[in-house]
């Protein structure tokens, strides 16, 4: 019975959080696209107030997509629990080092005096090259892509499953490819990688949400003719 409520709980938190990321993902793609239309410039960077919703929206999104990897984790079956758990902790990494980065940023960007933001320029803009950029880059270009990576075998059961995993490859490998930015020192590639996890990844979400509700309404059945 512990077990059974276990499976009923991951499945219930499991498909409420993949939909609220994908909503909370929507939102973000409309606010930074907003954001750009308000340029007068495309170099110029965003400025608020889309900056700052975009900062606290991306810790949000984070703290969700780690949420719904532990659902994904318990739906695994026994044979790919490894690769789960993989995916669950390099999801967990980049939730850690993308939430202090935009943390650090919204906090001391509010607070030092604008000189001194001139004088941490490396330190804490989201201009390349920075230390929160790169730390940001290691987050969605590394350890986002492995969790999707090796989540994908996961689902292999079914037409909704395997569209699922074809998803989550492609969301991984152009999220992947958005590292190589950093070597060639071309921020455009790295765009690439924003695809992947930007673009791609909340309508993952969608589907698994999708997918768990499928399984809810499934279980509620069975235990309804039992």
Known sequence: MLIENANKDYIHIGKITCWITFLFGLVYVCITFLGFLSLSSPEEPIGDPYFTLMELLAIIIALLMAISMIAVHYHASAKYKLQSLFALCSMFVMAAITSSVHFVVLT???QLE????????????FKWPSVVYILDILAWDWFFSLSFLFAAPIFNNGKMEKTIRALLLISGVLSLIGILGVPFNDMQIRNIGIIGYAVIAPFVFLLIGINFSRIDRNQKTNAQHR
């Open 114 to 125: 604008t000189t001194t933001i001139d004088d941490l320029t490396l330190l804490i803009s």
């Open 108 to 110: 001391m960007g509010n």
